[in-house]
């Protein structure tokens, strides 16, 4: 087993400490296998890849590596005497490491100098809320299009899933340095309006009193009856006297004006907002669609079948041809589906993110195969599914809505649980998993409800600070005055910058310095693996580690020295804390 010193990065260009950790452990490693090359002590062409991952022990170190074991085949040993090569070879200059171990198979297991902790712990407190802002998408576009729920009905918690994911996948890909522009594709062309609208107007007429059959694929919602029996009190019975077609063009533009206003209502409701609401009727009025048709016709992208106008997806992946305009001559879904994408990546995005409901599965090959045929790397696609919710309180499932009759709005989930709660909830498990949702765990102030649990941790912080202002550790900061809790404590009173770190040498206290330390990886993980739900456990942990260390230990003790450290510690975890939740859109409260 080898020691030698830890060696510090300086500056604050990088994407983080943990990340120079990292680089460093890996570089050495790679120095390691190069030199046993040069040496004839392993028989490989090239150098690999060197990945490290956290044990799941602690026992078993800081990192670990099991790059031995990728090259036993070409180098014809057995991992653990290749692993026994490369730590040979390890140079002890210019490294994080402070020791290292062969282990079980062939293992390289590296424990850190802790020193490296305190510096993590000073990063946090020196950056407080750009912490974890990294630079690690150079300004690439992405556009994220979600929810673009029908303006048919109201919002259902399935849409809530969706919102969320979507609204909190944005926010991590802009922390990670990312151009985000979040998009809502307004459903309103196609068959299911032209349903809306013979349901609109069955409705409008039943509210004059007339006896209007309801047409069998309509919408049964209640809330279309509540509209058009306000259409009819503000304007009587006087579009009867126009034809069909003008009457229900008017009544079709007054219920989505009014569906698209309730739907923004309770998105904005819910921290979810749009830089661009995109008209798919748009594409009809301003020719975009046809264009896109005869595009596909000049390239010869498409040819006719039985009277109607099919695309060659099969030769771009898909399972069999798509039909872009029926022999009615009516373009069809995915036609319009294809000219959006194209005006999408003409608008200059390097890469779109769609996410999806569950019964979009099939749908996604299809799309990819657009893409291609578009002339766009269908990578440059991508596509997020979100699975269903199941709906509990107390454990039985939810089946029917207060007020919709039918199903459980996102404004019904809001209204009983409240904003935060609901996000959390929607975005705790990945999307591509079922979710069950209990409103009864969602509402309870218990150490049970995870979102609970994280914001009681950030209220006890604010609490200890407000305590240290008290007690006078924080000189700067008048007694009997609210602490600026939007400013790390060094940069409220300046000896806190002065802090001895090394003090912080319990195992509670290490837990929490390496869980703060690792928060930009967290972000850069979650960003690049698409993966919102990341953020929510990353929270939840931070939280778990924070809440026995304040049962077990006096942050403000007799012992000045060790109250300042652990002062910095505490409001290190509620800086990372307030930004996690940040990127989740769930509020960090001061008291609870």
Not at 359 to 384: C, F, N, Q, T
Request: with cysteine.
């Amino acid at each position: 087993m080898g020691v030698f010193p830890f060696m510090f990065k300086g500056g604050t260009a990088h994407l983080s400490i943990t990340t120079d950790v990292k680089e460093g452990l890996a570089a050495a490693v790679r120095k390691a296998i190069q030199a046993a090359a040069a040496k004839g002590d392993l028989a490989i062409d090239g150098l690999p890849e060197v990945t490290l991952e956290i044990p799941r022990e602690k026992e078993h170190g800081d990192y670990a590596t099991n790059v031995a074991m990728t090259l036993a085949r070409e180098a014809r040993k057995s991992p653990r005497q290749i692993a026994e090569i490369i730590v040979k070879h390890l140079d002890t200059s210019g490294s994080y490491i402070a020791s290292f171990e062969v282990a079980g198979p062939g293992f390289i297991n590296f424990q850190l100098d802790a020193r490296w902790l305190g510096e993590a712990l000073r990063s946090a407190e020196a950056e407080g809320a750009a912490y974890g802002r990294l630079h690690l998408g150079a300004g690439e576009k992405i556009q994220v299009e979600f929810v673009s729920a029908n303006p048919t009905g109201p919002l259902h918690v399935g849409h809530g899933r969706g919102a969320v994911v979507g609204s909190v996948l944005a926010n991590l890909l802009e922390r990670a340095g990312y151009a985000v522009t979040r998009e809502y594709y307004i459903n309103d062309a196609g068959n299911q309006i032209a349903n809306f609208a013979k349901s609109l107007d069955a409705r409008y007429r039943q509210a004059l009193g007339e006896e209007a059959p309801f047409p069998e694929e309509g919408y049964h919602g209640r809330d279309l009856v509540e509209l058009m029996e306000k259409f009819a009190a503000e304007h009587g019975d006087s579009y009867l006297k126009k034809s069909a077609e003008e009457r229900m063009a008017a009544l079709t533009r007054y219920a989505l004006a009014a569906k698209l206003e309730a739907i923004r209502e309770d998105l904005t409701a819910f921290g979810v907002t749009f830089d661009v609401w995109f008209s798919e009727q748009s594409l009809h009025d301003g020719g975009e669609l046809k264009r896109t048709i005869e595009w596909l016709q000049k390239k010869g992208h498409v040819y006719e079948k039985d009277g109607a106008l099919w695309l060659r997806s099969t030769a771009y992946g898909d399972d069999k041809d798509r039909v872009v305009v029926r022999e009615n001559g009516m373009p069809t879904y995915i036609a319009a589906d294809i000219a959006y994408h194209k005006n999408k990546f003409e608008r200059g995005f390097d890469r779109v993110i769609n996410i999806w409901g569950a019964d979009h599965h099939g749908y996604i090959p299809r799309m990819k195969a657009a893409a291609a045929v578009l002339g766009y790397d269908p990578d440059a696609l991508e596509v997020l599914i979100v699975q269903l919710v199941t709906l509990l309180r107390n454990g039985e499932p939810v089946v029917m809505s207060k007020r919709a009759g039918e199903l459980v709005t996102l404004a019904d989930v809001i209204e009983e649980v409240g904003k935060d709660a609901a996000r959390f909830f929607f975005v705790m498990r990945s999307a591509d998993s079922h979710l069950d949702f209990d409103l009864s765990l969602a509402r309870s102030r218990s150490a049970e409800n995870p979102v609970y649990y994280i914001q009681y941790a950030h209220a006890r912080i604010c609490s200890i600070l407000r305590q240290a202002v008290e007690a006078g550790m924080i000189p700067e900061v008048p007694p009997g005055s609210d602490l600026d809790l939007g400013r790390p404590l060094a940069e409220i009173s300046p000896g806190f910058g002065r802090a001895d770190l090394s003090l912080l040498n319990t195992e509670s206290e290490i837990d929490l310095m390496k869980k703060i330390a690792l928060f930009p990886e967290e972000v850069s993980q979650a960003a690049l693996r698409r993966e919102p739900h990341a953020m929510a456990r990353y929270a939840l942990e931070l939280a778990g580690l924070f809440h026995p260390f304040y049962n077990t230990y006096r942050v403000i003790t007799e012992d000045r020295g060790l109250s300042m450290a652990r002062l910095v510690l505490v409001d290190a975890v509620r800086l990372t804390l307030k930004n996690a939740l940040e990127i989740l859109g769930i509020a960090a409260p001061g008291r609870m």
